[in-house]
């Protein structure tokens, strides 16, 4: 069975950046999501901060260091 590859993290990270209003944190986790969600499907927290600030910010120290988080796709 092969494994892919690891997205690249500082891509994505720029790519919030760029449109921050398509994004918000999620305050349970920490977790960026589409600005469409009505939970996180890390946490599945409701509760979100959808300021361009702090998605910025966070893609920011997201995309600067390795995932620590377990996501649904690495329990599939």
Do not use: W
């Not at 999620?26 to 509760?47: F, K, M, Q, T, W």
């Amino acid at each position: 069975m092969s494994e892919s590859p690891p997205p690249n993290r500082a891509a994505a990270a720029a790519k919030i950046v760029a449109n921050p209003s398509g994004y918000k944190v999620c305050e349970g986790c920490d977790s960026i999501v589409g600005s469409g969600a009505a939970l996180c499907p890390n946490c599945h927290s409701y509760r979100f901060d959808d300021s361009a600030e702090r998605v910025i910010l966070q893609a920011r120290i997201l995309g600067a260091r390795e995932q620590k988080s377990v996501t649904a796709d690495d329990l599939g």
